[in-house]
């Protein structure tokens, strides 16, 4: 079956640097933009980052342009995020999704993984 399994999450103080790892099985991964997002206490669920099947195109949430970095591996099925000068505010449950990039409806989401960042 379909799994995006997340790891990496934790806790840092203001300023420090985080991980993200997805884990992608059961499905072609190349052919499906890969996006992290994220969702607060109280709040919707927004958009970090995406990445296209091959990489070639990038967009990133406006706040945290600069200081999160999304990449993949389609060798290893895996998508991550970089997370360098981390802000309480980016405290949230942080989601890998997958989405086909041509038909609709192929959608997948792993199960989260926790980040706090507090001093």
């Known amino acids: 079956q379909v799994q995006l399994v997340e790891s990496g999450g934790g806790l840092v103080q203001p300023g420090g640097s985080l991980r993200l790892s997805c884990a992608a099985s059961g499905f072609t991964f190349n052919n499906y933009v890969m996006t992290w997002y994220r969702q607060a206490p109280g709040k919707e669920r927004e958009l970090v980052a995406g990445?296209?099947?091959?990489?070639?195109?990038?967009n990133y949430a406006d706040s945290v342009k600069g200081r999160f970095t999304i990449s993949r591996d389609n060798a290893k099925n895996m998508v991550y995020l970089q997370m360098n000068s981390l802000k309480p505010e980016d405290t949230a449950v942080y989601y890998c999704?997958?989405?086909?990039?041509?038909?609709?409806?192929?959608?997948?989401w792993g199960q989260g993984t926790q980040v706090t960042v507090s001093s």
């Open positions: 990445i296209t099947s091959v990489g070639g195109s990038i």
């Open positions: 999704n997958a989405d086909h990039r041509f038909l609709p409806g192929h959608v997948y």
